[in-house]
């Protein structure tokens, strides 16, 4: 199926001379952050475990006219954390704002049948590593006032027991987030979250095929009830939910930190 079809959008230089950091790009909602950031005059760190990928991506901005620098990072261990934070600041020479992207899906059962050690590594990739990204590059976001962005989810106001597992890291998250808002404030650092529900994208189209496929139904009836509680009958494409996190990243947020953005269509009003 094909959603429905989005607005009209002409980018604006919202983000020109500034440097954001996109931790986690990959396929879908990374990948969509990357270019509508290079489409606002951002110039892009672009951090993740899949070098090839990443220098694709990176291909892509720099016909846009844009530059990327690539650095091959897995967020969970603490010398390529630091390592990335030292090459950016190094190569790029300022840093305004920092998207932790990155997240990990534990075994979808009910919480009380997931082992204790997957989510652990759940909160390592959800939690620990924006925790630890967010305080190495304090230093060079406090030099330009700029910002940090958590990619959160709507599954904070879910309760399927299937989702339990990824609602308990990202409820940490969100948690994570207000706290450094708190914290890091008075250094001039904005700390902002943003929610998407179902985002029309590569791995949610699989998901809805699976899904699909168990139910006896067509991938067309899993999009329609996904999408028949919002209030646009649609679900949000990738770039949408990029757009509206950038604008956090924009000077016309300059004034909006410690809040969780929700960008679902109109599925949960908050």
Same mark, same amino acid.
């Given at each position: 199926m094909?959603?429905?079809p989005?607005?009209?959008y002409?980018?604006?230089?919202?983000?020109?001379?500034?440097?954001?950091v996109?931790?986690?790009?990959?396929?879908g909602?990374?990948?969509?952050?990357?270019?509508e950031?290079?489409?606002?005059?951002a110039t892009?760190?672009l951090?993740?475990?899949?070098e %090839?990928r990443?220098?694709? /991506?990176?291909d892509?901005i720099?016909a846009?006219?844009?530059?990327?620098l690539?650095?091959?990072?897995?967020?969970t #261990?603490e010398?390529q954390?630091r390592?990335l934070?030292e090459?950016?600041?190094?190569?790029l020479g300022?840093? #305004?704002c920092?998207?932790n992207?990155?997240f990990?899906i534990p075994?979808?059962?009910?919480i009380t049948?997931i082992?204790?050690?997957a989510l652990?590594n759940a909160?390592?990739?959800?939690?620990?590593?924006?925790?630890?990204?967010?305080?190495l590059?304090?230093d060079?976001?406090a030099a330009?006032?700029?910002?940090?962005?958590?990619?959160?989810s709507c599954?904070?106001y879910?309760?399927?027991?299937?989702?339990s597992? /990824?609602?308990?890291? %990202?409820?940490?998250?969100?948690?994570?987030?207000?706290?450094l808002a708190?914290?890091?404030?008075p250094?001039?650092?904005?700390v902002?979250s943003?929610?998407p529900? /179902?985002?029309y994208?590569d791995?949610?189209?699989?998901y809805?095929?699976?899904?699909a496929?168990q139910?006896?139904?067509?991938?067309?009836?899993?999009?329609a009830? %996904?999408a028949?509680?919002t #209030?646009?009958g649609?679900l949000a494409a990738?770039?949408?939910?990029?757009?509206?996190?950038?604008?956090?990243a924009s000077d016309?947020a300059?004034?909006?930190?410690g809040?969780?953005?929700?960008? #679902?269509?109109?599925e949960?009003?908050?």
């Open positions: 094909s959603a429905v989005t607005p009209a002409r980018p604006v230089p919202l983000l020109a001379g500034k440097v954001v996109i931790s986690g790009v990959g396929p909602l990374g990948h969509s952050l990357a270019i950031a290079a489409h606002m005059g892009l760190a951090a993740g475990r899949t %090839k990443l220098h694709e /991506y990176a892509e720099s846009l006219g844009g530059t990327a690539v650095v091959r990072a897995d967020i #261990d010398t954390r390592n934070a090459t950016v600041v190094a190569e300022r840093v #305004d920092l998207i992207n990155a990990a075994p979808m059962y009910p049948q082992e204790v050690e652990r909160n390592e990739t959800n939690v620990f590593a924006p925790l630890r990204l967010s305080a590059f304090a060079a976001l330009t006032g700029g910002s940090i962005i958590m990619l959160n599954v904070s879910s309760s399927q027991p299937e989702y597992g /990824y609602k308990l890291s %990202k409820g940490a998250l969100a948690h994570l987030a207000s706290s708190t914290e890091l404030g250094r001039g650092i904005r902002n943003v929610a529900s /179902y985002v994208e791995i949610n189209k699989a809805f095929d699976w899904l496929s139910a006896g139904v067509t991938h067309d009836d899993i999009y009830q %996904k028949a509680p #209030d646009l649609r990738p770039e949408e939910v990029a757009r509206a996190a950038l604008f956090l016309l300059t004034a909006v930190t809040q969780m953005l929700t960008v #679902d269509c109109g949960f009003h908050r």
